[in-house]
């Protein structure tokens, strides 16, 4: 079955750091772009980062970016996404998607930023607390 799993979330203060891991079965992650989403309690699940099929490009959320990194380790089939200085605005709980196609520069805000509308495949989530 092809499926994508994520891990380690957890709860921790403002300004520390978590890194997820989302790791791919049944499929090759590298020929695909893989999408980080989050989604807070009453709010709409938004794109975070994304990392583009084949090519690695990355590409995040204005209010991410350079806070996190998102990255590719092909031969553990697995996309990571570390997340330093964290807000309680980062709250939420994590997704991350797949789907086969590659992502321009001209594609990626709608198919990485957006509520990820056109990924495929969806992990189960895990969930990330940031708190005072």
């Known amino acids: 079955q092809s499926q994508v799993v994520e891990s380690g979330g957890g709860v921790v203060q403002p300004g520390e750091s978590l890194t997820l891991s989302c790791r791919a079965s049944?499929?090759?992650?590298?020929?695909?772009?893989i999408g980080w989403f989050r989604q807070a309690p009453g709010r709409e699940r938004e794109g975070v980062s994304c990392?583009?099929?084949?090519?690695?490009?990355?590409y995040y959320r204005s209010s991410v970016k350079g806070r996190f990194t998102i990255s590719r380790v092909n031969a553990e089939n697995t996309v990571y996404l570390q997340m330093n200085s964290l807000k309680l605005e980062d709250t939420g709980v994590y997704h991350c998607?797949?789907?086969?196609?590659?992502?321009?520069?001209?594609?990626?805000?709608?198919?990485?930023?957006?509520?990820?509308?056109?990924?495929?495949?969806w992990g189960k989530g895990t969930q990330v607390t940031v708190s005072s």
């Open positions: 990392i583009g099929a084949n090519d690695g490009t990355t």
């Open positions: 049944g499929f090759t992650l590298d020929e695909y772009t």
């Open positions: 998607a797949a789907v086969r196609r590659p992502a321009s520069r001209y594609e990626a805000p709608e198919l990485c930023l957006g509520a990820g509308i056109e990924m495929n495949y």
